[in-house]
């Protein structure tokens, strides 16, 4: 298996603009996560799903991220409109498990960079 | 205060030697992880454990639930261990989330 692919793996935007972040989990997964990491933060849960259903969403910082999954195999992550605060490194995890408490597999990250 | 609490925050020793990263928590938990996230930025999950001790060829984790306390060893240290080390813990209330420790920065010198 590849593991958890994410793409893109860099973007650079401009204030205000839409940023669309793409997953695909480990085949066979049940849970998905989204996490954004800082440095002043550090890593942050944003949001996560398991069997395609969002459990938990009370990391997303705002009305301005929305994350959606429509199948077993994909995920996204919107920002609308982005800004520059959001500038981070988001990654995307899977698991085997249910919920937060399994093994999980992280992706390579996208680093997002909103000017 | 934070509720996952590493130490130290950085940390700089000799290739091959012993190393200890510790971590403590405040809130009772299902599972206690041990990430590592090398140069590249790159996420690997090293360890999951609720109890007693794990081993991955030159690493060791080991948690004593009383003490709310986890530590990370790595006998023989190498270079390509430089790298930060994130614990991490699932509160035992599945409603929680999962809450990460800061980092511990390992640099491993030739």
């Known amino acids: 298996d590849a593991g958890v692919i994410q793409s893109p793996r860099h973007e650079v935007t401009e204030m205000g603009q839409e940023v669309t972040l793409r997953c695909k989990p480990i085949?066979?997964?049940?849970?998905l996560f989204w996490y954004r990491q800082t440095m002043m933060r550090g890593l942050e849960l944003l949001i996560y799903?398991?069997?395609?259903?969002?459990?938990?969403d009370s990391g997303m910082p705002e009305d301005r991220f929305s994350a959606k999954m429509p199948n077993a195999s994909f995920s996204t992550l919107k920002i609308q409109p982005s800004e520059p605060r959001d500038s981070a490194v988001y990654f995307c995890?899977?698991?085997?498990?249910?919920?937060?408490?399994?093994?999980?597999?992280f992706g390579p990250g996208t680093r997002l960079t909103v000017l | 205060k934070n509720e996952v609490e590493q130490s130290p925050q950085n940390l700089t020793a000799q290739e091959g030697e012993f190393i200890t990263i510790n971590c403590s928590y405040s809130?009772?938990?299902?599972?206690l992880h041990w990430l590592q996230q090398h140069p590249g930025g790159g996420i690997v999950s090293l360890f999951m454990?609720?109890?007693g001790k794990k081993k991955h060829g030159r690493l060791i984790a080991t948690i004593n639930i009383q003490e709310k306390h986890s530590s990370l060893h790595i006998t023989a240290s190498h270079p390509r261990d430089s790298a930060v080390y994130i614990c991490?813990?699932?509160?035992?209330?599945?409603?929680?989330?999962?809450?990460f420790g800061k980092g511990t920065r390992l640099h491993i010198l030739p």
């Open positions: 809130v009772g938990i299902s599972a």
């Open positions: 085949s066979g997964h049940n849970s």
């Open positions: 991490a813990v699932t509160p035992m209330n599945r409603d929680d989330k999962i809450i």
């Open positions: 799903f398991n069997n395609n259903v969002p459990i938990d």
């Open positions: 454990l609720s109890s």
């Open positions: 995890a899977s698991s085997p498990s249910q919920g937060v408490g399994g093994e999980q597999f």
